[in-house]
């Protein structure tokens, strides 16, 4: 009895201490394995960018059972369903980036341009599938703040534009509940510029923000008061020497102080145009050509779900009033996207595609006067 003890007490023993030994030499090893990682040259260091694209390969379901493990009060927050994750799958993906159950995580990175169909369609208008997903067009800043030559015709109608905003100031006797900014603030379409060049659809003067201005202008008719960011974002940009993939950060500085400013704010609209083949862009409703819109919602954060619901019955209303205007609602997350596009400020907030680089200002504006038809119907109804 007393040698069954003894020798029990040894193997306990002998445990113990290869336990010590395991654990002094996992600790040595960690700190081996971080001073080699922060001694490396810049470049060939772990950058944080890395470590956010492997933490985006573990899923919050996985995340939960981990927890699991020192807590069992964490599980019961899983579904019914819910199986412990594989260790050595989440080794594989955090090892190589690729996840064997989506091909698209290494096919993605052979194909140029295949991340583009990354988004899902929640919504899918006529002729809306994964060959027409809306195309962000990112070229270099120095082509972007190009002097470009426009036509004379656009120039005129800038003039008028400009009068038209003159003579509207001051049509609305409520307060300012929609603002609307142009986070890409130079994109232009082709058929108002001198070019043919589908990267060179930029202009300083002749672009998005025209349309925006219209927009602003037809919700003023109908009795709904418009704010408009006339700030240039990517001058900002080019001041500050960052980069186009900004645009967002710089556009969020000016969000964030226009609701500072006015918490009456209550919609938030960033207008974009797209880049796609105009056949993909264009309807005709009534005899009369329009540049279509897609709805664009951003998936990295908590709320997009309310900004999904309300593109959603945007796009279900411009269908009923003008059929074939909205090619649908599309859902971006990722590491390959911006993700939030400044929805994440508030529930109100939708990014909107206004035709594309071979609309034409004309069709563009057409397409903002029926947005802001829908919407003030919607608006007034809610």
Known sequence: MKNNQFRSFTINRTSLKRLIAMTIIGIMALFIFTGMLTSFEPGYGLASNQVHEWANNISG?????????????????????????????IAFQVATSINPDDPRSLLGRELPGFALFDGQIIVAGEGMDYTTLPVESAPPMDVIMAEREATQESLAQLEEMEKEAEQSQG??????????????????????????????????????????????QELEKRGIGV?????????????????????????????????????????????????????MTTVTINGVEYARTVFVIG????????????????????????????????????????????????????????????????????????????????????
Do not use: C
């Open 61 to 89: 379901e996985d995340f939960v059972h981990v927890l699991g493990m020192e807590n069992k009060y964490f599980t019961q927050a899983l579904p019914e369903d819910s199986e412990p994750p594989s260790l050595s799958n």
């Open 171 to 216: 049509t609305t006797n409520g307060e300012k509940v929609v603002h609307i900014i142009h986070s890409h603030n130079t994109e232009s379409f082709l058929p108002e510029l001198e070019t043919n060049v589908p990267n060179e659809a930029f202009h300083r003067q002749i672009n998005i923000t025209l349309v925006g201005d219209k927009l602003a």
């Open 227 to 279: 704010e408009v960011e006339e700030r240039d974002i990517q001058q900002n940009l080019q001041e500050r020497s960052w980069q186009y993939s900004q645009s967002y950060d710089q556009s969020r500085e000016f969000v964030k102080e226009a609701m500072g400013n006015n918490e009456s704010l209550e919609f938030f609209f960033d207008l974009h145009r797209d880049t796609i083949p105009r056949e």
């Open 299 to 382: 998936g990295n954060h908590d709320g997009f779900e309310q900004n999904m619901q309300f593109a959603k019955e945007f796009h279900n209303l411009l269908e009923e009033k003008y059929p074939g205007l909205s090619r649908g609602v599309i859902f971006k997350e990722g590491a390959g996207t911006n993700g939030r596009f400044n929805q994440d400020l508030s529930s109100n907030s939708i990014l909107i595609e206004m035709g594309g680089i071979h609309n034409t200002l004309t069709e563009a504006n057409r397409t903002a006067e029926a947005v802001a038809d829908v919407f003030a119907e919607y608006y007034f109804n809610e």
